[in-house]
Each structure stands twice: as structure tokens, then as C-alpha cells.
């Protein structure tokens, strides 16, 4: 009975979306509000999305980087974990890809900068650069889960996060791979300064990477282990001197 009421409200509820976009930045839960409507329901997930979809983009670019605004592009793209809506898993895959929101909500590759943002004229406002990219991560690899998805969405995965960069991050130390006490404080470097041949990072962004770590790995997994044939990308580095070089830090937890 309290799942056919669930169901029910969430029905009437879908049917006048548009009431709970507006003041959309003002964040009083209407995000939570969609991602509950939307769970688990594939009518109200292929059919309805659109309306939210432009309206979550541009909240992200408000109210900054918060991983809980990615929370709805994964819950769009399946039902019960067990069946992937192939065409929400398109439209999630080139929404974050356009060229017109690449620089503020796909955050990655030449655009990565894990500097805290701010904005002093919006409460609203907060960044969350680390853990907005795991997530992400973890939501565009949804996006080529299932044989139809990885069929039609692992080329263009691959052609903009690349397996270097997916390794580049994960020989970096970690608050996993260092041990406290010997910890060096370095101020000065942020993530991606290179010293001499090796990338580094401060101490407070070891917690962020190591965020990162887990969302990369299953990323590497879906994307370039699950296919039927193991790209030739993968065999270079799983092979190469860069693999045998920097591999000693992923197995030093």
C-alpha cells in the first residue's frame, strides 16, 4: 500500500514539473524532489527528463560544482540497476560533451582545476571540485553500461577521458599510499605541477584524489575491460614502461 501511495503522488507529481522549476537556484529540495520522482520509474525517466535536464545544467553553473546536482544524470540512465535507458544514457553522454557546457560542468582533461571556487554574491553557492568530479565520473560511466550502451557510447568515452589520464590520476599519491608522519607539507604545488618527471600534490588535496581513485578504476573497467576486445589503448599502457613505472603506487596500500 505505501509503495502504490508512493507511486501515485510521484504520478500526479510528474504531470506539473514545471511548478517546481522555478527558483530553481534558491535550492529548497526541489533537486532531492526530482531524483525521487524519477527513481526506478522508466515512463517518467524517458518521457519527462527533458524538462529537468537544462535546468540542472544551469543550476550547476550557479550554485557551483555539487556532486548531488549529478545525482539525477545517474538516475535517469537505468532502472533498478538492472535495465539502462539507452537513450538517456545518449543524451546524459552529449549534454556534458557540448562544447557549450564543457567549461563549466564537465570539468576534466584540459579544463581540470581543482581550485575551490567561490561566489560571494550567491548563499547558494558551493564547490565541491573533487568530489563533483568522482561523481562525474562514476555518471558518464554509466553511460556505456549495458551491450547497447557500450556499443554506441564507449568511442566517444574514450576520445575525451583517455586512459593516460585516467592513470595520470591514479599514480598520485593519496592519503592511502602515504603514510602521514612522513608526509612532506608542499603549499606551493597543486595538482598537475610537475617536479622533475613525477605529478605531485599538497596535502589537502591527497583526500580529494583519493576520492577520485575508486570512480577511475571502474571507469577503466567498463570502458576498456568489459569490451568484447580489449582496446589496443589499453594493451600500450598495460604494457608500456609507464604502466611498470607508476604501478608501485596503486599496490602500496
Given at each position: ?9 510521484f504520478s500526479l507529481l510528474s504531470e506539473n514539473l514545471v511548478v517546481f522549476l522555478v527558483n530553481m537556484e534558491s535550492d ?44 539525477f544524470f545517474e538516475i535517469i540512465q537505468h532502472v533498478n540497476n538492472e535495465e539502462y535507458l539507452l537513450v538517456n544514457q ?120 583519493t576520492l577520485l581513485k575508486i570512480p577511475l578504476l571502474k571507469y577503466i573497467y567498463f570502458i576498456f575491460l568489459e569490451s ?26
Open positions: 500500500m505505501k509503495k502504490l501511495l508512493k507511486f501515485v503522488c529548497l529540495g526541489q533537486v532531492e524532489l526530482f531524483c525521487e520522482i524519477f527513481r526506478n520509474n522508466k515512463k517518467i525517466s524517458l518521457e519527462k527528463n527533458i524538462e529537468i535536464i537544462e535546468n540542472m545544467l544551469n543550476i550547476i553553473k550557479t550554485n557551483g560544482r555539487q556532486c548531488k546536482y549529478l545525482d545518449k543524451n546524459v553522454l552529449n549534454l556534458f560533451f557540448d562544447p557549450k557546457n564543457k567549461q563549466q560542468v564537465l570539468y576534466m582533461k584540459e579544463l581540470i582545476s581543482f581550485e575551490h571556487k567561490v561566489n560571494h554574491m550567491n548563499p547558494h553557492y558551493k564547490d565541491e571540485p573533487y568530489a563533483y568530479h568522482a561523481k562525474l565520473i562514476d555518471v558518464l560511466s554509466i553511460t556505456a553500461v549495458g551491450k547497447e550502451g557500450l556499443y554506441t557510447n564507449e568511442c566517444k568515452l574514450r576520445s575525451q577521458l583517455n586512459l593516460k589520464y585516467a592513470l595520470d590520476i591514479l599514480v598520485l599519491e593519496d592519503n592511502l599510499t602515504v603514510k602521514k608522519s612522513n608526509a612532506p607539507v608542499q603549499k606551493v604545488n597543486r595538482l598537475g605541477n610537475i617536479v622533475g618527471n613525477k605529478k605531485i600534490v599538497t596535502i589537502d588535496d591527497r583526500a580529494g584524489v568484447e576486445k580489449i582496446s589496443d589503448e589499453f594493451n600500450k599502457y598495460i604494457t608500456g614502461e609507464f604502466f611498470f613505472r607508476n604501478m608501485k603506487f596503486l599496490f602500496t596500500y
